[in-house]
């Protein structure tokens, strides 16, 4: 068997052309310009070129984007007092401050600044709490990419069994609850999962976000199971010349495609998810934050 190859970048292109839709909807009928703040703190240049691409793709879907860049030495009090001031800034719908941030700061302490209502990438507790109850609200990104992806794919995913290598909060945890509130039978496997490679046999379903290259090898997958690959690893690529690079996931994506049904690239399948789901969940709050229902295609 060889697997299909889900195409994260077609189906995240086709997910800006509908979020651009629902865009053009708020500022037409209700005069509301969905506003992303984007905050870098340090000239990182690998999230320097992630933080312009989620400028230009903001742009783009017809939202107003809002930079701001702060110097590495920046203190706590004051990434505090810009948050507080995009708080209160009715142009402003979304905010996200790009992780992690350097050493003088506490990134617990940003992130319970961020009004909930802004808070695009679902990680403070209010909004983490909605999502295990199930209350309209902002959904974290890369989950919910993923669950688009899934159902994308499966349709239905009642009764599948599903099993999430990693229980970060960014990424494992919001995955499970998505998983659970979408009747699947949820396993959430770690460092200290015994038996890892039957585990993951036992799985119709598998996200791995472990951070860890080519981790999951092909006969650890059953056979048709749909494979989500969240991890992103940069590996040395000999083959490409010397000191070169490429990236590659957590699932060793040479064996797996022999034996899954379906299986995302890295890169090419969750990542350009990620930045099409942080635009949805903008239009998300900027519905609620005006009291208007949010577009059901476009969360969870
Ligand atoms: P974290 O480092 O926060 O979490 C990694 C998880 O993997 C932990 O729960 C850890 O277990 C588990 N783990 C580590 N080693 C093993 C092992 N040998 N066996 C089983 N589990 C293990 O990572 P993130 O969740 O933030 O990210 C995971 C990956 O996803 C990274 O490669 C990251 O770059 C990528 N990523 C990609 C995104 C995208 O848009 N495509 C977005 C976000 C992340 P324990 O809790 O026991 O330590």
Request: hydrophobic share 45%; with cysteine; glycine share 10%.
């Amino acid at each position: 068997m060889t697997a299909k190859i889900i195409d994260g970048k077609a189906f995240a292109e086709n997910l800006r052309g509908r979020i651009a839709g629902h865009v053009a909807r708020l500022k037409s009928e209700h005069g509301i310009t969905p506003g992303l703040a984007v905050v870098i703190v340090g000239h990182d240049p690998a999230s320097q070129v992630y933080v312009s691409s989620k400028a230009k793709q903001t742009v783009e879907v017809g939202m107003a984007s809002f930079k701001y860049e702060l110097p590495e030495d920046v203190t706590e009090a004051e990434l505090l007092a810009l948050i507080e001031r995009l708080n209160a800034d009715k142009q402003v719908h979304g905010i996200l401050v790009q992780m992690p941030v350097p050493k003088q700061i506490d990134p617990n302490k940003v992130i319970e600044a961020i009004d909930p209502a802004k808070d695009v990438d679902s990680f403070t507790p209010a909004n983490v709490g909605k999502v295990q109850i199930g209350l309209p609200g902002p959904v974290s990104c890369t989950p919910l990419g993923c669950l688009m992806l899934l159902r994308d794919q499966l349709g239905s995913l009642e009764g599948k069994n599903a099993v999430i290598i990693g229980r970060s909060n960014l990424v494992g945890k919001p995955m499970m609850q998505l998983l659970l509130r979408d009747n699947c039978t949820v396993t959430v496997a770690h460092s200290r999962t015994r038996n890892l490679a039957e585990v993951v046999r036992q799985a119709d379903i598998v996200v791995a976000a472990v951070g860890r290259p080519e981790m999951i090898k092909g006969d650890w997958i059953k056979p048709g199971a749909v494979v989500i690959d969240v991890g992103i690893n940069r590996v040395p690529a000999p083959e490409k010349g010397e000191g070169k690079t490429k990236l590659v996931g957590d699932v060793e994506f040479s064996s797996a495609i022999e034996t899954a049904g379906a299986i995302t690239p890295v890169p090419g399948g969750v990542g350009p998810m990620t930045i099409a789901c942080l635009l949805a969940n903008t239009v998300t709050t900027a519905s609620l934050i005006h009291g208007l229902v949010p577009p059901s295609d476009l969360t969870a």
